[in-house]
């Protein structure tokens, strides 16, 4: 069953490929985020050994159990929510954490970077369907929020991050995301996943977040 792992990788890639090229954009432009949370690590190892160097979590310990011991040469990146308690963890573990959508966690951030003398990469999560059941910040307040993390907590923000409603057209969310970008001179872009990605390319997305389409569904614990 692994053995599929590494050719469904290697379609992916070239799907991304062949959307850079429609969109006119240099080849390797876009960052290919394998979304490895809640995957067994016998799901994980194949697409790992096939080379790729980029993955996403969901939960800071559940990173932390599976790439502590592997994490030399990798890009981890945090994808899910960050609970303040948890920050200085995720400072100190991940290279980039894409879920920054609120003023305390950005001060507990800043004050963890202070301490750590270290900062990953920043994004801040924009909720851009304003969906009452996710996180980011609304769409309206997203200029205020990255000038108070620039000015207020001496934070960098690299990049925006979105999840576009599941029932509606992504396109024009992920250029509303990209519009935000432009008017606060913030470069990169994480938006897209398995179903979108290719949409989300042909918007402007420097990093997708593609799961299901590597390594199958999930099969969620219940506890």
Request: charged fraction near 25%; glycine fraction near 8%.
């Amino acid at each position: 069953m692994t053995s599929s792992k590494p050719h469904a990788l290697a379609q992916v890639q070239a799907s991304i490929a062949e959307a850079e090229i429609r969109a006119g954009r240099p080849a390797g432009s876009v960052t290919l985020v394998a979304v490895s949370k809640t995957q067994p690590w016998e799901t994980v190892a194949p697409v790992l050994e096939a080379g790729q160097r980029v993955f996403g979590e969901n939960r800071v310990q559940e990173a932390m159990e599976r790439w502590s011991d592997r994490r030399e040469g990798l890009e981890l990146r945090l994808i899910g929510p960050l609970q303040t308690n948890k920050a200085r963890e995720a400072v100190g573990f991940f290279d980039v954490i894409e879920t920054l959508d609120r003023e305390k966690l950005a001060r507990v951030l800043a004050d963890e970077i202070q301490r750590a003398g270290q900062a990953p990469r920043l994004y801040v999560q924009v909720n851009i369907g304003e969906e009452a059941q996710k996180a980011g910040i609304a769409p309206a307040e997203a200029d205020g929020f990255i000038a108070a993390c620039r000015e207020a907590y001496g934070l960098t923000v690299e990049g925006l991050m979105c999840i576009p409603p599941v029932d509606q057209d992504p396109a024009p969310h992920f250029a509303a995301l990209r519009a935000i970008a432009e008017r606060n001179g913030v470069g990169k872009l994480s938006m897209g996943m398995s179903e979108d990605f290719e949409t989300a390319i042909a918007e402007g997305a420097t990093s997708v977040r593609v799961g299901s389409a590597i390594f199958g569904s999930r099969a969620y614990q219940t506890t």
